[in-house]
């Protein structure tokens, strides 16, 4: 895959991976993968989503394909470190919805030895950076920009268009709240709303 052995075994610390992309990018889908793939080699791991992500379940993370893996739902970031103990990879799904402590919690897991795992928008609707990704993915060593399809172009979406005149920044949604747009189709259809 992406990471490298290294080289220096006595100056082995952790990580923090960041998976980011737009909605329906496949972004729960690879950090359920990452974190089975730990399972299977008999890591000790533990997944926290924030409580506010009520969508599918309380105890678990569901990506949109339904595959599924059992989670603990936190109200703030400041828990994850606190309940992390003994882990050696620590999963986070819906980083966006996180305090800015998320960063500090992320870097100080990293900072013990442990992989962090961290998935979330990059951006929001209106296609601005999203809470605390642009600081988690500044300080990550390992980022991956997934991409969904363009619901109108068939072109690789950046952007969550959401389709609610709704004006807050978080709306929980679906496919029926939200759709992928490529560059061009989110600034044709923001333009349309004006």
Sequence with gaps: MFLENPVNHNEQFGWIEVICGSMF???TEELIRRLKRAQFAKQKIEIFKPSIDQRFDDNLVTSHDANQILSTAVPAAANIYILANDCQVIGIDEAQFFDDEIVK??????????????????MDFKGNPFGPMPALMATAEYITKLHAICTHT???????YRKSEQKDLVVLGEKKDYKPLSRSAFYKMNKKKR
């Design 25 to 27: 990018s496949g972004k």
């Design 154 to 160: 068939g072109n690789l979406a950046h952007y969550s």
């Design 105 to 122: 919690v992320c870097n100080d897991l990293a900072n013990r030895g442990v992989r962090v795992i961290v998935a979330g928008l990059d």
